[in-house]
């Protein structure tokens, strides 16, 4: 059974073994995604595998952690009572220079400011528990 007082406390990340070097990465401040040996394809979010090839050569490498707003939605009602001081906010679709797309939401400022192919840079917040979570900023 859950505990109701838990619905105010915002879920953390639980790393699986394909995702921890991701997570120990954001921690540090980076955002390490997967580089295919094989075809060169890039990937996040991280997998055993190449999406593109099925190859198992796959490497971490440091991305620069900038991008594009590709699409976005400003969310005004709270899903749960963990969020409610949070609205409103915006959920972001970032085309990262690297290629892949990642979906975060944005940090530091007013949520109507978001705007198609905005510029954005990475923001790794703490969020307790040890952790830290990848946000984009405007540049």
């Given at each position: 059974?859950?505990?109701?007082?838990?619905a105010?406390?915002?879920?953390l990340?639980?790393?699986?073994?394909?995702?921890?070097t991701?997570?120990?990465?954001?921690?540090?401040?980076k955002?390490?995604?997967?580089?295919c040996?094989?075809?060169g394809h890039v990937?996040?979010y991280q997998q055993a595998?190449c999406?593109a090839c099925?190859?198992e050569r796959l490497?971490?490498?440091a991305a620069s952690?900038r991008?594009k707003v590709?699409?976005?939605?400003?969310?005004h009602r709270?899903?749960?009572?963990a969020?409610?001081q949070?609205?409103?906010?915006?959920v972001?679709?970032?085309?990262l220079?690297e290629?892949?797309?990642?979906?975060?939401s944005?940090a530091?400022?007013?949520?109507s400011?978001v705007g198609f192919?905005?510029a954005?840079?990475?923001?790794?917040?703490?969020?307790?528990?040890?952790?830290a979570?990848?946000?984009?900023?405007?540049?």
């Amino acid at each position: 059974m859950i505990n109701p007082q838990d619905a105010h406390i915002k879920p953390l990340p639980m790393p699986d073994a394909d995702s921890q070097t991701f997570w120990k990465g954001i921690n540090e401040g980076k955002l390490l995604l997967q580089h295919c040996q094989a075809c060169g394809h890039v990937q996040y979010y991280q997998q055993a595998i190449c999406r593109a090839c099925g190859s198992e050569r796959l490497e971490h490498r440091a991305a620069s952690g900038r991008g594009k707003v590709h699409s976005f939605s400003v969310v005004h009602r709270a899903p749960g009572p963990a969020f409610k001081q949070d609205t409103p906010y915006a959920v972001i679709l970032v085309e990262l220079e690297e290629g892949p797309r990642m979906i975060s939401s944005f940090a530091g400022a007013d949520p109507s400011l978001v705007g198609f192919d905005m510029a954005v840079e990475l923001v790794c917040e703490p969020a307790g528990g040890g952790m830290a979570l990848p946000r984009f900023r405007a540049v």
